[in-house]
């Protein structure tokens, strides 16, 4: 576990020797070279073909660009230093690897690379604020404590650092924004759909092992060689305090299933399948189907490994379990009703096809 990577100084200058003594942030050579990166992206939009131009408007990209700059020159003013988190810091690399792995797949199928990046971007921040409500709404007694003002729940509600993410929120908030994605650039969101999908599990394997930089999504007590055990203050441990399981002046939590890693393993494993079966599939939206249905299913088997969560509404069921549940079903009807549809369009577009005068 290892919540907090690294500690930044934001006031801090670089010596360069002769050429002088510069600030890192605020007016200084982050900002330098972030400008130096907008001015190449949009050399590159100048250059590319007035139909892509059409297709890819630039106001979002550069909305966010300029947000960057703003945060970048304001931080040493608001700030003495920044923390980067371990679950974080995997969100990105996870963001980074499945948008690249997106658009090399895109380049070569023929379709535009900067579709992966502006998907992901679409997909990113609205599965970040679905995945918070969700958990918000799952976990509210914890945010809304009698006694409280209006301003500390306010705080509460937006403190990502202390953790608090549902994946099951963030895919639906995601799926949503992908569709209205997909509407306003005139896609086919099926047949994007099984390309992206791969990357989204590939995302998701890297948010796990944040999980597990983090301390949280923790396992059950386990006697495996490969159980694992979480310093003193992390999650597991105050709750083993607090449950009684171990002294206040123990070293470690017990040993517990790592279902951080097996969440993540299966991910990738699922990633690897979807790619695979990618040009086997027979219609549009197979290769999500799949996904769609068999990750529910590895994610139900892991929850029963988890000591984190308790059984909902009188059930030992978890409330990710109860949720893969709806998700295997609405999977397999999704799947169903694709097959369903594309058998009727062939039938219709056969040559065999006969019509009876009247």
Same mark, same amino acid.
């Given at each position: 576990?290892?919540?907090?990577?690294?500690?930044?100084?934001?006031?801090?200058?670089?010596?360069?020797?002769?050429?002088?003594?510069?600030?890192?942030?605020?007016?200084?050579?982050?900002?330098?070279?972030?400008?130096?990166?907008?001015?190449?992206?949009?050399?590159?939009?100048?250059?590319?073909?007035?139909?892509?131009?059409?297709?890819?408007?630039?106001?979002?990209?550069?909305?966010?660009?300029?947000?960057?700059?703003?945060?970048?020159?304001?931080?040493?003013?608001?700030?003495?230093?920044?923390?980067?988190?371990?679950?974080?810091?995997? #969100?990105?690399?996870?963001?980074?690897?499945?948008?690249?792995?997106?658009?090399?797949?895109?380049?070569?199928?023929?379709?535009?690379?900067?579709?992966? *990046?502006?998907?992901?971007?679409?997909?990113?921040?609205?599965?970040?604020?679905?995945?918070?409500?969700?958990?918000?709404?799952?976990?509210?007694?914890?945010?809304?404590?009698?006694?409280?003002?209006?301003?500390?729940?306010?705080?509460?509600?937006?403190?990502?650092?202390?953790?608090?993410?549902?994946?099951?929120?963030?895919?639906?908030? =995601?799926?949503?924004?992908?569709?209205?994605?997909?509407?306003?650039?005139?896609?086919?969101?099926?047949?994007?759909?099984?390309?992206?999908?791969?990357?989204? #599990?590939?995302?998701?394997?890297?948010?796990?092992?944040?999980?597990?930089?983090?301390?949280?999504?923790?396992?059950?007590?386990?006697?495996?060689?490969?159980? *694992?055990?979480?310093?003193?203050?992390?999650?597991?441990?105050?709750?083993?305090?607090?449950?009684? #399981?171990?002294?206040?002046?123990?070293?470690?939590?017990?040993?517990?299933?790592?279902?951080?890693?097996?969440?993540?393993?299966?991910?990738?494993?699922?990633?690897?399948?979807?790619?695979?079966?990618?040009?086997?599939?027979?219609?549009?939206?197979?290769?999500?189907?799949?996904?769609?249905?068999?990750?529910?299913?590895?994610?139900?088997?892991?929850?029963?490994?988890?000591?984190?969560?308790?059984?909902?509404? =009188?059930?030992?069921?978890? *409330?990710?379990?109860?949720?893969?549940?709806?998700?295997?079903?609405?999977?397999?009807?999704?799947?169903?009703? *694709?097959?369903?549809?594309?058998?009727? #369009?062939?039938?219709?577009?056969?040559?065999?096809?006969?019509?009876?005068?009247?």
């Amino acid at each position: 576990m290892r919540s907090i990577l690294i500690t930044i100084p934001l006031n801090t200058r670089l010596n360069l020797g002769p050429l002088g003594s510069y600030p890192v942030m605020g007016w200084g050579l982050v900002l330098a070279a972030w400008c130096l990166l907008g001015a190449f992206w949009a050399w590159n939009w100048y250059r590319i073909t007035p139909a892509d131009k059409r297709r890819h408007w630039p106001l979002g990209d550069a909305m966010i660009w300029f947000l960057i700059a703003a945060a970048i020159e304001a931080a040493p003013r608001l700030l003495d230093h920044i923390n980067i988190y371990g679950y974080g810091a995997m #969100l990105l690399a996870g963001f980074a690897t499945a948008a690249w792995v997106a658009g090399r797949r895109l380049k070569n199928l023929g379709y535009n690379g900067d579709l992966a *990046i502006d998907a992901a971007m679409w997909i990113l921040m609205s599965g970040i604020v679905g995945a918070r409500l969700f958990f918000i709404v799952q976990y509210h007694e914890r945010f809304f404590v009698p006694g409280r003002g209006v301003k500390e729940v306010l705080v509460s509600l937006v403190n990502l650092p202390d953790g608090g993410l549902v994946f099951y929120g963030g895919m639906i908030s =995601g799926g949503l924004a992908y569709w209205l994605f997909c509407r306003m650039r005139g896609l086919e969101a099926l047949a994007l759909a099984d390309i992206l999908i791969t990357s989204v #599990l590939i995302g998701m394997a890297f948010g796990r092992v944040g999980c597990l930089l983090n301390g949280c999504c923790y396992g059950d007590v386990s006697t495996l060689p490969w159980a *694992i055990t979480f310093p003193r203050d992390s999650v597991p441990y105050n709750v083993e305090i607090a449950r009684g #399981l171990i002294a206040r002046d123990a070293p470690f939590s017990l040993p517990l299933h790592p279902t951080q890693i097996y969440s993540s393993l299966s991910s990738l494993l699922l990633a690897l399948v979807t790619w695979a079966y990618y040009p086997f599939r027979r219609t549009n939206g197979e290769v999500l189907a799949i996904g769609w249905v068999c990750y529910p299913v590895t994610r139900f088997i892991v929850e029963f490994l988890r000591g984190d969560e308790p059984g909902r509404f =009188g059930t030992p069921l978890t *409330i990710g379990q109860i949720v893969s549940l709806g998700l295997i079903v609405t999977g397999m009807a999704f799947y169903w009703y *694709i097959h369903r549809a594309n058998a009727r #369009l062939t039938a219709l577009n056969s040559p065999c096809r006969t019509t009876t005068a009247r």
